[in-house]
């Protein structure tokens, strides 16, 4: 069963409007927490990383931003958004699943930033 | 720095034959993880299947198995009796055995199941 919720699924936003993309995790306590976005073809690109409240780790330089304000929630922001911002958003958390060192991906939001 | 690099970019395989998809990866740890996910067209990531570096034997999920060798840095999934909803982009990732649990990713092998 799905442990990892995100939404929403679909978004069409225009250049230059903010952006707020949610997570949320089931049945854990203290996940780590993690943002990937994904081009139409390509690999996954990790963009932030959580081990706890209010830590957030940045891993590439970019027009986003995450939060983590609550222990199973972590969020993806930006002010304005580009036209590179689109793709596939998916979030992943430690420990929804059998083993509490593995990520259990959630099912992801398309952007299309117009 | 861990790399993981899968050098097939496209397979394809008849329904219930048996397919190998290949990976392999650079580290100096020695603990560590592997995995293979499977992204369908739907693009959510599923967890296909777990290995632990320090487990000598080769983790298997039902139709789906991995040959571990960690001296020569391979770690290939075996799909056997492939099924159509085999179909789909696989992933081989890294990750250390402690810490932040960050993954290294490689590129992807598109599979597809023909009937």
């Known amino acids: 069963s799905q442990t990892i919720h995100q939404w929403p699924a679909t978004l069409v936003q225009p250049v230059g409007s903010p952006l707020s993309l949610e997570c949320t995790v089931e049945g854990t306590s203290n996940p780590n927490l993690y943002w990937y976005r994904q081009a139409a073809g390509r690999g996954l690109q990790l963009l932030f990383y959580?081990?706890?409240?209010?830590?957030i780790s940045s891993e590439v330089p970019q027009n986003l931003s995450a939060s983590r304000p609550q222990d199973r929630q972590f969020i993806l922001s930006s002010k304005k958004l580009l036209l590179s911002d689109s793709g596939f958003y998916l979030c992943?958390?430690?420990?929804?699943?059998?083993?509490?060192?593995?990520?259990?991906f959630g099912p992801g939001t398309r952007l299309t930033v117009l | 720095a861990q790399t993981v690099t899968q050098s097939q970019p496209e397979m394809s395989v008849q329904e219930a034959e048996t397919v190998t998809l290949s990976c392999t990866y650079d580290?100096?740890?020695?603990?560590?993880?592997l995995f293979w996910y499977k992204q369908p067209p739907s693009r959510q990531m599923i967890l296909v299947i777990r290995q632990e570096a320090y487990k000598q034997q080769n983790a298997t999920e039902n139709r789906f198995s991995v040959n571990f060798q960690k001296a020569a840095k391979s770690f290939s999934l075996k799909i056997s009796d492939s099924q159509l909803g085999d179909t789909a982009m696989y992933f081989c990732a890294f990750s250390k055995a402690s810490g932040t649990y960050k993954y290294i990713f490689g590129t992807g092998t598109r599979l597809k199941v023909l009937a």
């Open positions: 580290t100096s740890e020695n603990n560590y993880y």
């Open positions: 959580s081990v706890g409240i209010g830590q």
């Open positions: 992943a958390g430690t420990g929804a699943g059998l083993w509490t060192d593995t990520q259990y």
